[in-house]
């Protein structure tokens, strides 16, 4: 943002946030949750015997698996019923 001759840069106008950890590249993501929520999943994960941010990684992997597989077999059934007038 610039102001006169003032220029100000806003964190989401910088470059973001990576690293590599394992020859894997990594994004940061921030993310408001009700405190309620974010205590439960930090027991969840202690309970688990792995950080948070594996529990939510883990999470977010079997959700976008299972809508993909969602996916791919409504396309399956709406090509059968296609093929079968």
Same mark, same amino acid.
């Given at each position: 943002?610039?102001?006169?001759?003032?220029?100000?840069?806003?964190?989401?106008?910088?470059?973001? $946030?990576?690293?590599?950890?394992?020859?894997?590249?990594?994004?940061?993501?921030?993310?408001?949750?009700?405190?309620?929520?974010?205590?439960? $999943?930090?027991?969840? $994960?202690?309970?688990?015997?792995?950080?948070?941010?594996?529990?939510?990684?883990?999470?977010?992997?079997?959700?976008?698996?299972?809508?993909?597989?969602?996916? $791919?077999?409504?396309?399956?059934?709406?090509?059968?019923?296609?093929?079968?007038?």
């Amino acid at each position: 943002m610039t102001t006169g001759a003032h220029t100000t840069t806003w964190p989401d106008q910088q470059q973001s $946030a990576s690293m590599t950890v394992s020859g894997k590249s990594i994004k940061k993501l921030s993310v408001l949750l009700p405190a309620k929520l974010h205590l439960r $999943a930090k027991r969840q $994960a202690v309970l688990n015997d792995q950080t948070l941010t594996d529990l939510i990684i883990s999470l977010l992997l079997d959700h976008l698996e299972s809508a993909e597989q969602e996916q $791919a077999q409504s396309k399956q059934a709406a090509s059968g019923s296609a093929n079968h007038p």
